[in-house]
Structure formats: C-alpha cells, structure tokens
C-alpha cells in the first residue's frame, strides 16, 4: 500500500502571508475543496459564492474567444452551467479516474483544434483550488496535503503508485513544492478520532455522487498523533452505485413515465416503446446526445409508437425545449424531499401546462430499493474483509452527500449492532480531516 503521508501547507484566515503556509486540498471525483489553518483549527476556503465545495469540473470553449486564443476556461457550477446551456465547447469531469492510465499522458480535442494533456487538465483545475486559497491567504502556498483513496486502482500496485504520481506531478505543475498524501477514509475519520477516549473500529462509510466507498479504520488517542496511518485501514471496498444514480431512479420512476417511459403502442402487439432514449435524458453525462438533429429526427418518427400520442408530444416538448437537465434536477430536488420525510410535488409546467406530480416515500424507497441493497451489502462486506465480526465495530461514521438520504444512513448501519451512528460534514469531512492532517505535519 502506498506511503500516505510525506509534508505539504496551508493557510490562515486572516489576509496575511503565514510564515509556514500551507493547505489541504480534497480532490474529490464529484467535488473538491481546499482547507487552511486558522487559530482554531482549520476551514474550508469559500470556492464560489457562499460554497465550501465546488463540482470537479472543467468547461473548455472557444465562444467569444479570438481565433488563435487559447480555450476559455470555466470550473465548478460555471463548467456544468455552461454544457447545460449548450455553449460550445468540452466538459471535463471526474477526472480523477484518469490517474494511473496512459491517458494521462495523451492530449485530448478541446475544441477549434486544441488539444490539452489529461494531466494539464487537473493541474488546471488544482491551479484554480490553489489561486482561490492563496487570495484568501494572502500569499502564496508551497506545502499540500492531498487526499487519496485507498486504491486509486484495484488489484494494480504499479498503476496505482502511477495514479499518485500523477496527481503529485500535477500539484508541482502548479507550484506546490512539498506534497503529502493521506488517504481519504482516515481522513473522514479524523474528525470522530478526535472524539474517542479508547481505541475502536470504526466503519466510515463515503456515499458521494459516483460511488460508495467504505473502510474500516482502527481509531484511538494513542493513534492520533501518528502520521503514518496506512496500517490503520483494515480493508476498503466499495461500489459504482450513489446519488446520481438516485436521481436516475427517481426520474425514471416518477417523472419520465409522464413522457412515455414504459408506455406501450397501439394493438394488436402493444408492445412497450424504446426506453433508450429515457435512460438517456436519466443519465446526466448522455442528455446532449439527445439533442442532436439525427437523433431528434428519429424520435420524432417514432409518434407511431405509441397508443397514447400526447406521451409522445410530451416526450418532443422535453427534447425541443432542452429540458433533460431541469428535470433531473426535480429529481433531485423530489429526491431531497422525501429525504427530510416530507412528500415531493414535482412541477412540470415546462413539458406541458398544468402537468405536476408528486412522489412519496414509497415509491422512492421502491425505486432506489435494488441500489440501497447493494450499497449496505458492500459495507457488510468490507467488514468481513476486515477479518472482523460486526459486533467489533462501534461507530459507522456517515460523510459524503448522499448520506442525507435517512433510509439510506439507517440501513448501512443496522447491520452494526453495537455500534453508534455519526455524521460528519456531508460534503467537508474529508477536507477538513486532511487539513487536521496538513497541521500535524508541517507543524
């Protein structure tokens, strides 16, 4: 398992140039952040307007651009506004899965005949992290502490030292001098660490917007201080299923059966019409593809399809008026609602007047029923992994986004009989754990 920590900054609060400067920065496969030391601790530095987080995203575009410019760049909710609206140009995300395959190395088409390196679009994106921190620091930032996961690639210890030294070629790119690495869970764990007054398991359990990532993580006062925790991760594991794929379920549940999904054409053979097109505008990263004139030329014909044709002429309505993404975005918004335990009234005015509807906890729990089973199978797993019995573990530590999800937070934990349920930041845990971190090692 690689080394996880070498020594890297961060900054303060207060516009002043620190002496030891130094930061941590999350560089997440959805989101990032990036933390500096302040006198009570560390923080998240405000990335966009009122955001302690920011989409790890990369918008690329030459509109209103000279010609021989190079490509505008936009990141975080810029970067996905931009492709939302249909600005011309290339969206970059999750990059992260690019470390430790060739292709960091390769170029790829941005757009007017321009082609960038992989790995000079993260340290891009890292530059932009750093830029932000270093105005609020007042000075610039040599020392870093990056998060890494357990196994950037699973079952391949030279790729995955290849990932890492990608991602550390990355932040020398941008002018970080002295880098070190912690791995994310134990990150996560830092700040419930701080808790303990004995040692324990503890089961963190990272349900973000990709994937859910679990580990077991040996905690305790003694271990505190230690910089090198690589042996206190006692297995990792997780699956390729999280809150996108939430949204999707609940989209293809409550709202894409208005326009057609599942609907079935005339007699005699009333068979169920193509559902590619519906797991297409469900699938955020494929909605554009729907938009294209050949495609929109097909779906028109396929009126005949249908034994009900005001499904269809809804289903127009969605792909003429561009709407794939704001109804993903009631998806999640209904998605959120019946997880504060209150029912979503969905409004769909934009597809058609007068069209709403609504979704219950029912039909939610119903539709993400198959992806919660295997989220808590796989935390039940990394357990066993671990060489434990659930009895052993006395705290599930709950971050990432999807964890506000109740149902979902109740499950993974009540396989953990003995064990007490705590939740961190959602969306800053592992930034904040990692600047706990930075402190420990560069001061």
């Known amino acids: 398992m690689p080394d996880a920590a070498s020594s890297h900054p961060s900054s303060a609060r207060q516009p002043a140039v620190q002496t030891a400067a130094f930061c941590a920065i999350d560089f997440g496969t959805s989101n990032s952040a990036i933390a500096l030391p302040d006198d009570g601790g ?33 990141y975080g909710r810029a970067a996905l506004a931009a492709y939302v609206d249909g600005v011309e140009g290339r969206l970059m995300r999750s990059m992260k899965s690019v470390l430790g395959s060739p292709l960091i190395e390769q170029g790829t088409d941005v757009g007017a005949g321009r082609s960038v390196r992989f790995l000079d679009v993260i340290a891009g994106y890292l530059k932009h992290l750093k830029s932000l921190a270093e105005a609020e620091a007042g000075g610039p930032l040599r020392r870093a502490v990056l998060g890494r996961p357990v196994f950037f690639v699973d079952d391949d210890p030279v790729r995955d030292a290849q990932a890492q030294a990608a991602l550390e070629a990355a932040a020398r790119l941008v002018g970080f001098d002295e880098i070190s690495f912690q791995f994310e869970p134990i990150a996560a764990a830092l700040d419930y660490e701080s808790t303990t007054d004995h040692e324990q398991l503890v089961l963190v359990a990272d349900i973000g917007g990709g994937t ?40 293809l549940s409550a709202i894409l059966p208005l326009a057609g999904f599942k609907a079935l054409g005339p007699p005699p053979s009333a068979r169920e019409v193509p559902s590619k097109v519906y797991f297409d505008l469900a699938t955020w990263h494929l909605i554009n593809t729907v938009y294209t004139p050949q495609r929109v030329m097909e779906l028109r014909r396929m009126k005949t399809f249908y034994a009900d044709t005001q499904l269809h002429t809804r289903l127009m309505a969605v792909v003429d008026e561009r709407l794939g993404h704001a109804l993903m975005g009631e998806a999640e918004g209904a998605k959120i609602a019946v997880a ?49 019995t659930p009895e052993r573990i006395e705290a599930v530590y709950l971050t990432g986004g999807s964890t506000g999800l109740a149902p979902l ?34 001061r």
């Open 42 to 74: 560390v923080h998240l530095v405000e990335v966009e307007p009122g955001q302690r987080t920011m989409p790890t995203s990369v918008f690329y575009t030459m509109e209103g651009q000279p010609p021989h410019a190079d490509p505008r760049r936009l």
């Open 340 to 388: 504060e335990g209150r029912p979503a009234h969905i409004d769909l005015d934009a597809v058609e007047p007068r069209l709403s509807t609504t979704l219950g906890e029912a039909q939610a729990m119903a539709a993400l029923e198959a992806d919660l089973a295997r989220i808590v199978k796989a935390g039940v797993e990394t357990v066993r992994l671990a060489g434990v």
């Open 409 to 442: 937070a109740t499950r993974i934990a009540a396989p953990f009989a003995n064990a007490r349920t705590v939740r961190g930041d959602r969306l800053a845990s592992v930034a904040q754990g990692l600047g706990l971190h930075a402190q420990r090692v560069f």
């Open 212 to 251: 859910s990532d679990f580990s077991v993580v040996r905690v305790g006062p003694q271990r505190a201080a230690q910089i090198e925790r690589a042996g206190d991760i006692l297995a990792s594991h997780g699956v390729h299923v999280a809150g996108t794929d939430f949204d999707r379920q609940v989209e």
